[in-house]
């Protein structure tokens, strides 16, 4: 037996036991940005300016916030040091993003910790602190006040972490993902951030992205995602300002894959399964086939109903009723979805309009070059309901009018909406007299009708009878071809989407005035209604500041006629 082995239960040194707890909060280049970004949001900036070596292991976070004095900077980075929590009752009383008092005294474990900070009621000072977060070096400098970090050969005395960390390129996009989900939850701030240059000397850097400060979280996600203009997306609030959501609008706005979906809680981008399954399942039914929404929920909630103490980083919590909030987010959904004046707050299609005033100037005889009072062609102007029916173009499109320009509603999508909607809320099978024949039935399809409740019984020689079907189907010519379509496959709500799209109004049916009306009234108060349930957009709205664009009503009479 080997006895230089230890064996039985031993108590680990002081030394390792911080190095663990270390590791737990630091673990990565982006902790080390989350942690700081975080102290200089509490600490009130308005402006951060954060600077990454990667190749270096070396990172700067420059703030404009509060500052600190001297005797705090004394302490900073001592174990267990905050000035945001005073006891155990605090816990339950967090406004701040950090509380725990583990970063700064972390990073001084794992690197070299510089801090430099002036308050606005003191002059500024240099700190370097030791590997025990006390400080060997103080000097004053002259600074603007506010806070900067510098964190210099992380993990060197750590060897293993760095080999075992990803590449400095993936470190630098897990950096630019905590940046882009800290300003989503803070739209006041303006974020600069720098890299290393390359080949690099004297830790010079170059410019990397700037997210500038908007007045929302509208003004900031067009900044994250290509092609995404703030006329794009839908913000809704309670009358509480407990629950912001920011919406992708279905008819132009989603995904790739399922990766922009954020829940935030008081400031913070955190895991909550359950929100996002209600987020994902509300759209269900909105977007393309094989596309994923895009949807930033903010809570804003009493610290009270909140337990942070579940993860080093806070990515996850304990949240309080969680079901209540979870009805609250699928009927605020709900509510951004729908058309009326006081949830839709700009033009739906000012982008796309903008492309086709082009594409028709360009096959025109004139351009865009003469315009003269200004004007930018994708302003956002309000849309304004109700609509009124004028003409059916092509037996396809309904022409409508509402008081700021034209619409274009294609029949049978919106139809589908309607019924798609009203077949949700009542699917009904009906008694076929007589019974539909079916042959040929293969047993996945056999098994696949009876899931749907549709009772299937053998009638002969490789022959079924069915005696029930959905009831918009019942007396339709083609309901054995409907039957054997909906035994191929799928749930309950794909049979519904394929009911709904087989009784919709065909596009080249002829329709008067007040059909048309009496469709756009359906439409328009359904809950869902700029999508299809297969995700196509309904109408193409045309302003008619577009119109007076295009025809150049705004010319003086002089020039138009070319004198």
């Known amino acids: 037996m080997d006895t230089s082995v230890p064996s039985g239960i031993q108590t680990l040194s002081e030394e390792v036991v911080h190095l663990i707890a270390a590791g737990e909060v630091i673990d990565s280049l982006a902790a080390v940005v989350r942690e700081l970004a975080e102290n200089a949001l509490d600490a009130g900036a308005s402006r951060i ?62 690197a070299d910790l510089e801090i430099c900070s002036r308050s606005h009621a003191d002059e500024g000072w240099r700190i370097r602190y030791n590997s025990q977060g006390e400080p060997v070096y103080t000097e004053a400098v002259a600074i603007a006040p506010g806070t900067i970090v510098t964190v210099s050969y992380l993990f060197a005395n750590w060897m293993p972490r760095r080999q075992g960390l990803p590449s400095a390129a993936q470190q630098l996009r897990a950096i630019q993902l905590v940046i882009q989900q800290l300003a989503l939850c803070h739209p006041q701030v303006t974020w600069q951030l720098e890299q290393e240059a390359i080949a690099s000397v004297a830790h010079e850097t170059r410019p990397w992205f700037t997210l500038w400060a908007g ?25 509480d300002a407990s629950l912001y959501l920011l919406l992708g609008l279905p008819d132009r706005c989603h995904r790739h894959r399922p990766d922009w979906v954020k829940v935030a809680v008081n400031g913070r981008i955190v895991k909550i399964p359950e929100l996002e399954q209600v987020i994902f399942a509300a759209l269900r039914r909105t977007l393309p086939r094989d596309r994923h929404p895009v949807c930033f929920l903010h809570l804003h909630l009493p610290p009270g109903q909140i337990d942070w103490n579940r993860h080093p980083a806070k990515a996850e919590i304990y949240l309080h009723h969680l079901e209540d909030w979870k009805t609250q987010i699928a009927a605020a959904i709900d509510a951004a979805l729908r058309l009326n004046p006081s949830s839709v707050a700009d033009s739906a299609y000012n982008s796309r309009i903008g492309q086709v005033i082009r594409a028709a100037e360009a096959a025109g005889s004139y351009g865009d070059a003469d315009r003269e009072d200004g004007s930018d062609p994708d302003v956002p102007i309000a849309p304004l309901i109700p609509l009124k029916a004028l003409a059916q173009i092509h037996q396809m499109y309904i022409l409508a009018e509402h008081p700021e320009g034209m619409w274009l509603i294609e029949q049978h999508i919106a139809h589908e909406r309607v019924l798609y909607e009203q077949l949700s809320d009542r699917w009904q099978l009906v008694p076929l007299e007589p019974p539909v024949i ?31 079907a959905p009831e918009p189907l019942a007396q339709r010519s083609d309901c054995a071809e409907a039957l054997t379509e909906l035994s191929f496959g799928g749930d309950l709500d794909t049979a519904i989407v394929a009911t709904a799209c087989r009784t919709a109004i065909r596009n080249g049916t002829p329709l008067s005035l007040e059909e048309m009306q009496a469709l756009l009234n359906q439409w328009q108060n359904t809950r869902n209604p700029r999508t299809c349930p297969h995700g196509r957009p309904i109408y193409l709205q045309l302003e008619e500041s577009s119109l007076s664009r295009f025809f150049r009503r705004h010319w003086v009479i002089g020039k138009s006629h070319g004198i």
């Open 49 to 110: 300016s954060i600077s990454v070596w990667a190749e270096q292991w070396r990172v700067r976070v420059a703030d404009n916030g509060r500052g600190m004095e001297r005797h705090d900077l004394q302490q900073a980075a001592l174990p267990h040091s905050t000035s945001k929590i005073r006891s155990s009752a605090d816990l339950w009383r967090v406004h701040s993003l950090g509380f725990r008092g583990e970063a700064l005294h972390s990073l001084a474990q794992l």
């Open 438 to 468: 079916l042959n040929q039935l293969l047993p996945t399809q056999i098994e696949q009708l009876q899931r749907l409740g549709i009772a299937v019984e053998p009638f002969g020689d490789r022959l079924w009878a069915v005696r029930l």
């Open 215 to 239: 007045a929302s979280a509208q003004q900031i996600l067009p900044q994250l995602l290509r092609d995404v203009q703030p006329g794009d997306l839908q913000e809704w609030s309670s009358p």
